[in-house]
């Protein structure tokens, strides 16, 4: 493995303002170190809850009904009441940033389990206290070094699943098979995992949605099988309103080792470059013209949005 210093795409300076936030658990506002669920909650127990993740940039929450309307879909499919409307929860957001004063750069966490059960076991109608609302903002911004790093892949033998099993569109509590797909990458010197479909083509990371560049064409996957990442579609968006040929389609290995530019996305790292996968070296190892140019539309589309 090459010399290179650890990062990865969630990596942010740390923050001594983080220590002292106030924290939504249930309609309160709470110090941090006070912010707790209990032992029988239906997410600690079970993962059996879902979350967003979302970024402020100056002064406004970015793609906020996206994010809604991706959490009320897998609440609908997962039979979770969440127990409040998109208004409250909209309210209890910004309650959340006020009471922290938080202006821009923060990142919000905002999980919603089926709350706490009666007994320890699996049936949901153990679950009778009704949901658990967590709202976490912190003060977070991307560490820019990490354009300049690049991140290194590791293709892992973990597969993304099927709708048959756990949909992969599903933000759940329980990131398993994200979590060991990621340490195998890890123990294999790498900095994230990519991750097969069913069938070998290649689809997405851990945490992020993954685009290479060939030719100046932008390839990415279908979208089967991988989280229906909002940045993803906000970067498709992008390409095709400024003629940047974009395809999602299948593709392999073969074609990913060989690519321009490889590039990640995901809320809070909004582009991330890639320089290396499985030991192969992209393009010239540093992020490429069409991730600059794509990167600048994405921010302009946040300014506008
Ligand atoms: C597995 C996975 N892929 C991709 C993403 C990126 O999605 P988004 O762009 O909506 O943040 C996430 C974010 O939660 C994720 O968990």
Same mark, same amino acid.
């Given at each position: ?91 209890? +957001?910004? /309650? &959340?940033?006020? #009471? =922290? ?10 999980? *919603? ?121 906000? +970067?498709? /968006? &992008?390409?095709? #309103? =400024? ?10 290995? *073969? ?51």
């Amino acid at each position: 493995m090459t010399e290179v210093p650890h990062v990865s795409t969630h990596d942010a300076p740390e923050d001594v303002r983080n220590a002292d936030i106030l924290i939504y658990v249930d309609g309160k506002l709470v110090p941090r170190e006070q912010a707790v669920v209990s032992v029988y909650d239906s997410g600690f127990m079970l993962g059996d809850g879902i979350w967003e993740g979302m970024r402020i940039y100056d002064g406004h929450i970015a793609f906020m009904d996206e994010h809604l309307d991706r959490l009320f879909e897998a609440a609908l499919y997962i039979d979770l009441d969440i127990g409040m409307t998109r208004a409250d929860l909209t309210k209890a +957001v910004h /309650d &959340v940033l006020a #009471a =922290n004063a938080m202006q821009t750069d923060a990142h919000i966490r905002l999980m *919603v389990t089926r709350g706490k059960k009666r007994k320890p076991f699996q049936h949901p109608h153990l679950s009778i206290f009704g949901s658990t609302v967590v709202i976490i903002a912190e003060h977070s911004k991307p560490d820019d070094s990490v354009i300049d790093k690049g991140i290194r892949l590791h293709t892992v033998p973990h597969h993304r699943g099927m709708p048959l099993t756990q949909d992969a569109k599903l933000n759940s509590h329980s990131k398993l098979n994200c979590i060991i797909a990621l340490n195998h990458a890890i123990r294999a010197g790498a900095d994230e995992a990519l991750m097969l479909d069913p069938f070998g083509f290649v689809n997405t990371t851990n945490a992020c949605n993954f685009f290479i560049v060939k030719k100046g064409q932008v390839w990415t996957s279908t979208g089967d099988y991988c989280m229906n990442g909002i940045t993803r579609q906000k +970067v498709i /968006d &992008v390409c095709r #309103a =400024n003629d940047i040929p974009v395809f999602e389609r299948n593709y392999s290995l *073969v074609d990913a080792y060989s690519a321009d530019e490889v590039f990640l996305t995901g809320t809070f790292g909004a582009q991330t470059p890639v320089f290396e996968i499985d030991g192969r070296v992209i393009g010239d190892k540093i992020a490429g013209p069409v991730f600059h140019r794509i990167r600048a539309l994405y921010k302009d589309l946040i300014v506008q949005s």
